[in-house]
């Protein structure tokens, strides 16, 4: 299983970045997606998430009308588009695949990738 990110960089605040996420070993059509984020000295927290059917997501207070999470089946890969970004935007930011959904959540897998930093500074 491969999950890894891409995308991250310096960006003055105000602007926009786009994540990926490009998986391989598992059936990612079957998996919902989410984006979390560890800023130092926090907790990671999640930022969005997408479901494996329907394309429903749900978002973090903090990012709600600024970020958006999009998959592409196709792809095997997951999208984050980071727009009006903040410096409190500023942190690590992680991919996960947790599945298959048609099972039991207890029985589930959770996959992360390594993580990509994003840094938001004038």
């Known amino acids: 299983v491969q999950v890894v990110e891409s995308g991250g960089g310096l960006v003055q605040p105000g602007g926009s970045l786009r994540l990926s996420c490009a998986t391989s070993?598992?059936?990612?059509?079957?998996?919902?997606m989410s984006w979390y984020r560890q800023a130092p000295g926090k907790e990671r927290e999640m930022v969005a998430r997408?479901?494996?059917?329907?394309?429903?997501?749900v978002y973090a207070n903090s990012v709600k009308g600024r970020f958006t999470i999009s998959r592409d089946n196709a792809k095997n890969t997951v999208y984050l588009q980071m727009n009006s970004l903040k410096p409190e935007d500023t942190a690590v930011y992680y991919c996960?695949?947790?599945?298959?959904?048609?099972?039991?959540?207890?029985?589930?897998?959770?996959?992360w990738g390594q993580g990509t930093q994003v840094t938001v500074s004038s």
């Open positions: 996960n695949a947790r599945g298959p959904t048609f099972i039991t959540t207890i029985n589930q897998y959770d996959y």
């Open positions: 070993g598992f059936t990612f059509s079957n998996y919902a």
């Open positions: 997408i479901r494996s059917v329907g394309g429903s997501a």
